[in-house]
C-alpha cells in the first residue's frame, strides 16, 4: 500500500515533469517564432538599360502628328488666342480639338505639353490676337517685319489685355486642368511664340509685377500641372517653377541656358538681375523644351551626339518635343544615337532591394523593407498612388494593398527606403510572390515600367517571393 506522503511525492513528480514539458514546448514555439520571423531574405537588383517608354517623359511630338515612327506618351500643342476665342466670350473648343486629335490622345494614354501664344513670327503680315481684342486694346501694339518674320506684338502691360488674358486661361483651365491629361504648361503668351522675349527694336516685355500676373492666370488655372518658363526669371525661383530649353543640343545656346540658371543675370535692358540662380530647380519642378532647329538630326544624334548627351545630362531634360526626330525610321543608322537619348533623359525607377522574411510560421504581419532608386537625370514629378500586391503560387492577386510613398522624392543617385506590413495569418501554406506598381491616375491601372527586369506584361513589378509553412494550422 502506498501512503499518503508516497501518494503526494508522486503527484509532485507529474506536476514537475508537466510543468517541464509546458515549458518545452512555449521554448519550442517561441524558438519557432523567433527564428523563423526574424530569418530574412536580402535580394539586391540593378537597374537595365536601354529605352524605356514611360509616362510624362521623352518624346513630345505636335499633337497633329498623324505618324510617328518614334514611340511617345506625350503630345505638344500650342494654341494661338486667335484661334481660340475668335469671337469675345465664346471659346471655340470644337476645332481646338478635334485639330489636336484631343480625343485619340486621350484614349491612347498620351499627355499634353501646352503653350498659349499671342505672338508667333510668320512670312507674311497679320495678328494672332482675335480683332476684337485688337479693338477692345484700341490697337495698342506694334506691326513688325524684322528677322524673326511679320507679326504684331500687343502691349502687354494693357490693362484690358490682362483682364482678357485671365478670362481665356480659366476658360481653358476648367475644361483641361482638372484631370491632369494636360500635364506640362509651358508658360507662353508673353514675347515671341511665347518665349519671354521681343525683337529689340520693340517695346521690350512689361515689368515684372506685371508679367508675374500672366503666370499667376496659369497657376490658378491648372492646380495639378507642372509649369515651365523659358528662362528662370524671379518667379521662377519664388513658384518653383521648371523651364524649357527649345534650343536642346546646341552646345552654344544651351550652355548660355545653363549659365543663367547657374548663375542668373541681366536679360531685359531695362531690369538688373531679371534671371535669377535656380541650380538646383530641377528636383522639384521639370525641364523640357524641343531639339535645336538650327541643327541636323544627324548633328544632334551622331556627329554631336556625345555634346547631345552631356548637354542633357546637364540640363537634366524629362522630355524633348514638338522638335525631335519623329520622321526617322528605326531601321535608320541614327536609331542607335535617338536610343541613346530615350535611354537618359527623364526618370528611370527601379527597385534596388528588398528585405523579407524567408519562410513565415507564426505570425499577423511581416515586415517588408524596400530600397526604390533612380538611374535617371530627373525625378518622377507627379505624387502617383503606389500599390503592393500579393500572388498565390499560380500567380493569382490575393491582395491589394496601398502604399505610402512619395515618388517625387527619389532623385537620381538616390537610395529610398520604406517599410511596409503584409497580413499573412490567413494564408494556407505555399508559396507567395509580393508584386509593386505605380497607379497612373488616368486609367486607375499600373502605368510605369520599372528599370527592372520583369516576365510580367502589366507593369506589376515582382520584388520578391516567401513562403507559408505553419507549424500549427493558421487561424481561421
Given at each position: 500500500?502506498?501512503?499518503?506522503?508516497?501518494?503526494?511525492?508522486?503527484?509532485?513528480?507529474?506536476?514537475?515533469?508537466?510543468?517541464?514539458?509546458?515549458?518545452?514546448?512555449?521554448?519550442?514555439?517561441?524558438?519557432?517564432?523567433?527564428?523563423?520571423?526574424?530569418?530574412?531574405?536580402?535580394?539586391?537588383?540593378?537597374?537595365?538599360?536601354?529605352?524605356?517608354?514611360?509616362?510624362?517623359?521623352?518624346?513630345?511630338?505636335?499633337?497633329?502628328?498623324?505618324?510617328?515612327?518614334?514611340?511617345?506618351?506625350?503630345?505638344?500643342?500650342?494654341?494661338?488666342?486667335?484661334?481660340?476665342?475668335?469671337?469675345?466670350?465664346?471659346?471655340?473648343?470644337?476645332?481646338?480639338?478635334e485639330k489636336q486629335q484631343l480625343a485619340?490622345?486621350?484614349?491612347?494614354?498620351?499627355?499634353?505639353?501646352?503653350?498659349?501664344?499671342?505672338?508667333?513670327?510668320?512670312?507674311?503680315?497679320h495678328m494672332d490676337i482675335p480683332d476684337?481684342?485688337?479693338?477692345?486694346?484700341?490697337?495698342?501694339?506694334?506691326?513688325?517685319?524684322?528677322?524673326?518674320?511679320?507679326?504684331?506684338?500687343?502691349?502687354?502691360?494693357?490693362?484690358?489685355?490682362?483682364?482678357?488674358?485671365?478670362?481665356?486661361?480659366?476658360?481653358?483651365?476648367?475644361?483641361?486642368?482638372?484631370?491632369?491629361?494636360?500635364?506640362?504648361?509651358?508658360?507662353?503668351?508673353?514675347?515671341?511664340?511665347?518665349?519671354?522675349?521681343?525683337?529689340?527694336?520693340?517695346?521690350?516685355?512689361?515689368?515684372?509685377?506685371?508679367?508675374?500676373?500672366?503666370?499667376?492666370?496659369?497657376?490658378?488655372?491648372?492646380?495639378?500641372?507642372?509649369?515651365?518658363?523659358?528662362?528662370?526669371?524671379?518667379?521662377?525661383?519664388?513658384?518653383?517653377?521648371?523651364?524649357?530649353?527649345?534650343?536642346?543640343?546646341?552646345?552654344?545656346?544651351?550652355?548660355?541656358?545653363?549659365?543663367?540658371?547657374?548663375?542668373?543675370?541681366?536679360?531685359?535692358?531695362?531690369?538688373?538681375?531679371?534671371?535669377?540662380?535656380?541650380?538646383?530647380?530641377?528636383?522639384?519642378?521639370?525641364?523640357?523644351?524641343?531639339?535645336?532647329?538650327?541643327?541636323?538630326?544627324?548633328?544632334?544624334?551622331?556627329?554631336?551626339?556625345?555634346?547631345?548627351?552631356?548637354?542633357?545630362?546637364?540640363?537634366?531634360?524629362?522630355?524633348?518635343?514638338?522638335?525631335?526626330?519623329?520622321?526617322?525610321?528605326?531601321?535608320?543608322?541614327?536609331?542607335?544615337?535617338?536610343?541613346?537619348?530615350?535611354?537618359?533623359?527623364?526618370?528611370?525607377?527601379?527597385?534596388?532591394?528588398?528585405?523579407?522574411?524567408?519562410?513565415?510560421?507564426?505570425?499577423?504581419?511581416?515586415?517588408?523593407?524596400?530600397?526604390?532608386?533612380?538611374?535617371?537625370?530627373?525625378?518622377?514629378?507627379?505624387?502617383?498612388?503606389?500599390?503592393?500586391?500579393?500572388?498565390?503560387?499560380?500567380?493569382?492577386?490575393?491582395?491589394?494593398?496601398?502604399?505610402?510613398?512619395?515618388?517625387?522624392?527619389?532623385?537620381?543617385?538616390?537610395?529610398?527606403?520604406?517599410?511596409?506590413?503584409?497580413?499573412?495569418?490567413?494564408?494556407?501554406?505555399?508559396?507567395?510572390?509580393?508584386?509593386?506598381?505605380?497607379?497612373?491616375?488616368?486609367?486607375?491601372?499600373?502605368?510605369?515600367?520599372?528599370?527592372?527586369?520583369?516576365?510580367?506584361?502589366?507593369?506589376?513589378?515582382?520584388?520578391?517571393?516567401?513562403?507559408?509553412?505553419?507549424?500549427?494550422?493558421?487561424?481561421?
Open positions: 500500500m502506498i501512503n499518503r506522503s508516497e501518494k503526494k511525492s508522486k503527484r509532485r513528480s507529474i506536476y514537475i515533469v508537466s510543468l517541464l514539458l509546458f515549458t518545452l514546448t512555449i521554448s519550442i514555439y517561441s524558438f519557432y517564432f523567433l527564428y523563423n520571423n526574424t530569418k530574412t531574405q536580402i535580394v539586391e537588383y540593378f537597374p537595365i538599360s536601354g529605352p524605356i517608354i514611360n509616362p510624362l517623359m521623352g518624346w513630345a511630338p505636335w499633337a497633329t502628328l498623324k505618324d510617328s515612327t518614334q514611340p511617345h506618351t506625350l503630345v505638344y500643342i500650342d494654341l494661338t488666342w486667335r484661334d481660340f476665342e475668335p469671337t469675345e466670350g465664346v471659346y471655340d473648343f470644337v476645332a481646338f480639338e485619340r490622345w486621350r484614349q491612347e494614354g498620351q499627355r499634353v505639353v501646352f503653350r498659349f501664344v499671342l505672338d508667333v513670327p510668320g512670312e507674311t503680315t476684337w481684342l485688337f479693338a477692345k486694346i484700341n490697337e495698342d501694339g506694334e506691326f513688325y517685319d524684322n528677322a524673326y518674320g511679320k507679326g504684331f506684338s500687343p502691349n502687354y502691360s494693357n490693362p484690358v489685355l490682362i483682364k482678357y488674358h485671365h478670362l481665356a486661361i480659366k476658360a481653358l483651365g476648367d475644361r483641361y486642368g482638372k484631370d491632369g491629361f494636360f500635364a506640362f504648361i509651358e508658360l507662353g503668351s508673353l514675347g515671341h511664340w511665347g518665349e519671354w522675349h521681343e525683337s529689340p527694336e520693340l517695346k521690350q516685355l512689361p515689368p515684372e509685377n506685371i508679367r508675374d500676373l500672366y503666370v499667376l492666370d496659369y497657376v490658378d488655372a491648372f492646380p495639378g500641372a507642372q509649369f515651365l518658363m523659358r528662362r528662370p526669371f524671379t518667379i521662377t525661383r519664388k513658384l518653383s517653377l521648371g523651364l524649357y530649353n527649345d534650343m536642346t543640343g546646341s552646345a552654344e545656346d544651351t550652355n548660355t541656358w545653363l549659365d543663367w540658371i547657374q548663375n542668373g543675370g541681366d536679360y531685359l535692358p531695362n531690369e538688373k538681375n531679371t534671371l535669377v540662380p535656380i541650380p538646383a530647380g530641377w528636383e522639384n519642378a521639370p525641364i523640357g523644351g524641343e531639339q535645336a532647329p538650327t541643327l541636323t538630326d544627324e548633328e544632334i544624334y551622331s556627329t554631336n551626339l556625345e555634346t547631345t548627351l552631356t548637354l542633357l545630362r546637364e540640363s537634366h531634360t524629362t522630355f524633348i518635343g514638338p522638335g525631335g526626330p519623329y520622321a526617322i525610321e528605326t531601321t535608320n543608322p541614327l536609331q542607335a544615337g535617338i536610343d541613346q537619348v530615350m535611354s537618359t533623359i527623364g526618370y528611370r525607377l527601379y527597385v534596388a532591394r528588398t528585405e523579407l522574411p524567408l519562410v513565415v510560421k507564426f505570425g499577423k504581419d511581416i515586415q517588408i523593407k524596400l530600397a526604390l532608386s533612380n538611374d535617371g537625370i530627373a525625378p518622377f514629378y507627379y505624387d502617383w498612388r503606389t500599390n503592393t500586391y500579393l500572388f498565390d503560387e499560380a500567380g493569382k492577386t490575393i491582395g491589394l494593398y496601398p502604399l505610402t510613398m512619395d515618388l517625387r522624392k527619389i532623385l537620381p543617385g538616390n537610395m529610398n527606403e520604406i517599410s511596409f506590413t503584409l497580413p499573412v495569418s490567413t494564408l494556407e501554406n505555399g508559396k507567395y510572390s509580393i508584386g509593386l506598381a505605380i497607379i497612373d491616375p488616368l486609367t486607375g491601372k499600373p502605368g510605369v515600367r520599372l528599370a527592372n527586369e520583369s516576365t510580367r506584361q502589366d507593369l506589376i513589378q515582382v520584388i520578391g517571393t516567401f513562403e507559408v509553412n505553419w507549424l500549427f494550422n493558421p487561424p481561421k
